[in-house]
């Protein structure tokens, strides 16, 4: 029996005893140390939490367990968000666990395969809006109003009480925080519930300090970056395509209390940093996920100083998730040969460079 966020972290989170201990195996995911990208920066602590281990392979199944879970204890028969596709593959994962009708809009033709198949194999009702995700946003907020269905985007607080929970592992696997927390902000709900997260653990006695708060936007949506919405955000990475975050307000306060900055990485710097996580570190992510790691690059590159530094960068979501892509910048040849000993022997040797 794997246990998930909601027995772990009991004690921090907003349970009563009618809430439904529910859990398809979430959180404790792994948190790997950099061999080789790490040291390129001159840093010897880089560490990854890798939230693609997670059930539905993103971050987002922390914070739908618990909204779940309070929207089951509160006897709701149907959930909606909209999403750029993480969200709505955990709602509809967690949606089908729970026996409830899950509703999902997402933003027609701007979301990744491997989301899309994840709703649609869970049995949640696909809605394609033909605009961009900062309208689906609007649109679920009117409908959550007018009808009887739980809203679980991350306006929902339980999201973000169950989010925490990330910085919380961090905290116990080094042993304290580490100096700087390097994510990826596309409706800023993560780093917003981070930066509560390892606030709390202060609190709480299990930190004696907290990690300075590194945020990254796609350069063709960093509204956050800018000061002001972005009306046609514009990005490679489609989870973090979002003009106008819902939680701006948290990502300020994680920024400016941490110290820390929020940055932009272009869509170079991220599908560079996808390549090099793959190929050097065997973490295999989705190009949002990589802006984490293509922004620490950006300021290193820059003369930001990490020697002697603990560094984590939050995997978001796993590679998978967006098949098309990896296969669309493939630059290693496919080689065919047909099935016999010789042929195969001869194209193996030559690759081996023997
Ligand atoms: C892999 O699923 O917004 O700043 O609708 O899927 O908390 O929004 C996803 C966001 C980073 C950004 N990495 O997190 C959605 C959605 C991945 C993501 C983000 C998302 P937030």
């Given at each position: 029996?794997?246990?998930?966020?909601?027995?772990?972290?009991?004690?921090?989170l907003p349970l009563t005893?009618?809430?439904?201990?529910?859990?398809?195996?979430?959180?404790?995911?792994?948190?790997?140390?950099?061999?080789?990208?790490?040291?390129?920066?001159?840093?010897?602590?880089?560490?990854?939490?890798?939230?693609?281990?997670?059930?539905?392979?993103?971050?987002?199944?922390?914070?739908?367990?618990v909204?779940?879970?309070k929207?089951?204890?509160?006897?709701?028969?149907?959930?909606?968000?909209?999403?750029?596709?993480?969200?709505?593959?955990?709602?509809?994962?967690?949606?089908?666990?729970?026996?409830?009708?899950?509703?999902?809009?997402?933003?027609?033709?701007?979301?990744?395969?491997?989301?899309?198949?994840?709703?649609?194999?869970?049995?949640?009702?696909?809605?394609?809006?033909?605009?961009?995700?900062?309208?689906?946003?609007?649109?679920?907020?009117?409908?959550?109003?007018?009808?009887?269905?739980?809203?679980?985007?991350?306006?929902?607080?339980y999201?973000?009480e169950?989010?925490?929970?990330?910085?919380?592992?961090?905290?116990?696997?080094?042993?304290?925080?580490?100096?700087?927390?390097?994510?990826?902000?596309?409706?800023?709900?993560?780093?917003?519930?981070?930066?509560?997260?390892?606030?709390?653990?202060?609190?709480?006695?299990?930190?004696?300090?907290?990690?300075?708060?590194?945020?990254?936007?796609?350069?063709?949506?960093?509204?956050?970056?800018?000061?002001?919405?972005?009306?046609?955000?514009?990005?490679?990475?489609?989870?973090?395509?979002?003009?106008?975050?819902?939680?701006?307000?948290?990502?300020?306060?994680?920024?400016?209390?941490?110290?820390?900055?929020?940055?932009?990485?272009?869509?170079?710097?991220?599908?560079?940093?996808?390549?090099?996580?793959?190929?050097?570190?065997?973490?295999?992510?989705?190009?949002?996920?990589?802006?984490?790691?293509?922004?620490?690059?950006?300021?290193?590159?820059?003369?930001?100083?990490?020697?002697?530094?603990?560094?984590?960068?939050?995997?978001?979501?796993?590679?998978?998730?967006?098949?098309?892509?990896?296969?669309?910048?493939?630059?290693?040849?496919?080689?065919?040969?047909?099935?016999?000993?010789?042929?195969?022997?001869?194209?193996?040797?030559?690759?081996?460079?023997?």
């Amino acid at each position: 029996m794997r246990e998930g966020v909601l027995h772990r972290y009991a004690a921090f989170l907003p349970l009563t005893p009618q809430t439904p201990r529910i859990s398809l195996g979430e959180g404790n995911t792994p948190l790997v140390k950099s061999r080789r990208l790490g040291a390129e920066i001159g840093c010897e602590e880089v560490y990854f939490k890798l939230e693609g281990c997670n059930p539905t392979g993103s971050f987002k199944d922390r914070g739908m367990v618990v909204a779940v879970a309070k929207a089951l204890e509160n006897k709701a028969r149907a959930i909606i968000c909209a999403s750029t596709g993480n969200t709505s593959a955990s709602a509809a994962a967690y949606g089908a666990y729970a026996g409830l009708t899950t509703i999902v809009l997402v933003p027609q033709g701007n979301i990744a395969r491997g989301k899309l198949a994840q709703a649609i194999a869970y049995g949640a009702r696909v809605v394609a809006v033909q605009g961009n995700f900062d309208r689906a946003l609007e649109l679920v907020r009117i409908l959550a109003q007018r009808y009887p269905i739980t809203l679980v985007n991350s306006v929902n607080p339980y999201r973000l009480e169950g989010q925490k929970t990330a910085a919380f592992e961090i905290v116990d696997g080094l042993g304290d925080a580490p100096d700087y927390l390097c994510i990826p902000v596309g409706n800023a709900g993560n780093i917003t519930a981070y930066w509560k997260g390892f606030t709390e653990y202060a609190q709480a006695g299990r930190a004696t300090r907290r990690p300075k708060m590194l945020g990254f936007q796609a350069e063709g949506a960093a509204p956050i970056v800018r000061g002001h919405p972005v009306k046609d955000p514009q990005t490679i990475a489609s989870a973090i395509r979002i003009g106008n975050p819902a939680s701006w307000q948290g990502a300020l306060r994680a920024r400016d209390e941490s110290g820390g900055r929020i940055d932009t990485v272009t869509d170079e710097e991220i599908l560079e940093a996808y390549k090099l996580l793959a190929r050097m570190e065997g973490v295999f992510c989705e190009p949002a996920s990589a802006a984490s790691v293509a922004g620490l690059l950006k300021l290193a590159r820059q003369g930001m100083d990490f020697s002697g530094k603990r560094v984590v960068c939050v995997i978001t979501g796993t590679g998978l998730k967006d098949p098309d892509l990896a296969n669309q910048i493939a630059d290693i040849p496919l080689h065919q040969v047909p099935p016999d000993l010789e042929s195969v022997e001869e194209v193996v040797l030559g690759l081996w460079g023997r």
